[in-house]
């Protein structure tokens, strides 16, 4: 496992456990975990985003923290949000990431999980042209998302 989903996972631990609210110190997670402070931000800016279901606020400074709250919304508005977010390609992991945080925030069952992951998988587009690949797969994930609404 990478250490950036080492890190990730260890905050959403933090996140069940809190009900959803946490506030850290970067020096003092990274510390724990046995990583770099810079890989804390790296994972927070990419993985605790707005379309992923978070808000993240922080302070910098020797009092400074990052505060991650998961965002509580309608499952349609939450739908919609991503849809919006995801724009006119996106590439097999970027489409992953959105699959996870649908599961995580409980809009999709794991077996919907697992179909959604399988048709958006590189597999599946080996015979599109390279060029076409990205803007059929936001396509094909964006009319998936409209079926949870």
Excluded at 7 to 22: F, H, K, R
Excluded at 54 to 62: A, C, E, K
Excluded at 73 to 97: H, P, W, Y
Excluded at 121 to 132: A, G, K
């Amino acid at each position: 496992m990478k250490i950036s989903d080492e890190v990730a996972q260890y905050i959403l631990e933090l996140l069940e456990e809190s009900q959803g609210d946490i506030q850290i110190k970067r020096n003092e997670l990274a510390s724990s975990i046995g990583c770099v402070p810079s890989q804390i931000n790296y994972v927070i800016t990419s993985r605790f985003t707005p379309e992923h279901g978070y808000l993240v606020d922080s302070r910098r400074g020797g009092g400074g923290y990052i505060r991650i709250t998961r965002i509580k919304t309608e499952k349609s508005t939450a739908v919609m949000n991503i849809i919006n977010s995801i724009g006119s390609q996106v590439d097999s992991l970027s489409a992953e990431i959105i699959v996870e945080s649908l599961l995580q925030r409980d809009i999709i069952s794991p077996k919907v999980r697992s179909l959604m992951l399988s048709v958006l998988s590189n597999r599946v587009y080996s015979d599109i042209p390279i060029n076409l690949r990205g803007s059929l797969r936001a396509s094909i994930l964006k009319n998936m998302l409209l079926t949870q609404i």
